[in-house]
């Protein structure tokens, strides 16, 4: 699974350097969280296609993913995009996408969100119960506190194949299995410009926060790049992770 991608250079990072990851560790399926995929906020049907081009097979997305209303009829189609679950009934979209006994499941935080949105906890538990015929079901929650994140991965250990951290950017190094068997990271980070703050403009950054005054600041665009991500092994008969390990590349 790889972190939240940042703008163009995001997305030509994973063009760059998925196909060969996939060829080398033998990965099976791609998710990546593409909420601000498209100019550092959003995604938009041309962005998505070329993430699906690039080799990414099912995307997951977040508070962002709202930016352009040109991806909700996309939202609303068959393409393997999810939105978090717990938006109100009626928001385009839906939380889950389920292929061939694979489920993933897309559930955003309240804790420093701003948004008024049911809670993730139930959520899951609902989507849960309608996914018996799925053995490997992934998690990805979209959440600010690293404390409710931790909290999911163990209310959902042994329930489902893995629960793996979105939205900060910053990669965590807590990647483990839980002792139920679920796969866990707190953030899998983001892809994206490496001399950047979360894959956004230093300078504009920087005098908002120097001004506390609005302003408007985009992704850095070229320059050396990260991708960060996280290679999980699961045993397809028991839906139990077998490991989790970081897999994070720079690009000059």
């Known amino acids: 699974m790889i972190g939240d991608v940042v703008g163009k250079l995001g997305r030509r990072t994973v063009a ?6 996939r060829r080398t560790r033998g990965v099976e399926l791609v998710i ?13 049907p041309q962005t998505a296609d070329e993430l699906f081009k690039a080799g990414v097979d099912i995307m997951t997305s977040g508070n962002h993913i709202w930016e352009n209303r040109e ?5 609303d189609s068959d393409a393997p995009i999810v939105r978090p679950l ?5 928001t385009p979209g839906r939380g889950v996408y389920r292929k061939n006994g694979v489920a993933v499941i897309n559930v955003m935080g309240r804790t420093f969100m701003g948004a008024h949105l049911d809670c993730p906890f139930r959520g899951v538990d609902a989507a849960l119960s309608d996914l018996g015929d799925c053995r490997i079901i992934i998690v990805d929650v979209h959440a600010e506190a690293t404390s409710e994140k931790i909290a999911m991965g163990y209310y959902l250990d042994g329930r489902v ?3 793996v951290g979105t939205h900060t950017h910053v990669p965590t190094s807590d990647t483990r299995v839980l002792p139920k068997g679920t796969a866990y990271v707190t953030d899998l980070g983001m892809v994206g410009a490496l001399n950047s703050v979360l894959g956004m403009e ?4 920087l005098e908002r926060f120097l001004r506390q005054l609005p302003n408007r600041f985009g992704p850095v665009e070229s320059g050396a790049a990260v991708l960060n991500a996280v290679l999980i092994d699961i045993d397809d008969e028991s ?6 390990e970081r897999l994070d590349r720079e690009v000059a």
């Open 202 to 205: 230093t300078a504009a950054v």
């Open 239 to 244: 839906g139990r992770a077998r490991s989790i």
């Open 161 to 163: 194949s893995a629960v």
């Open 86 to 90: 717990n938006y109100p009934e009626g």
């Open 32 to 44: 990546a969280n593409v909420e601000n995929a498209a100019g550092g906020r959003g995604l938009t």
């Open 16 to 21: 760059a350097l998925l196909p060969e990851i």
């Open 71 to 75: 991806i909700y009829p996309v939202l």
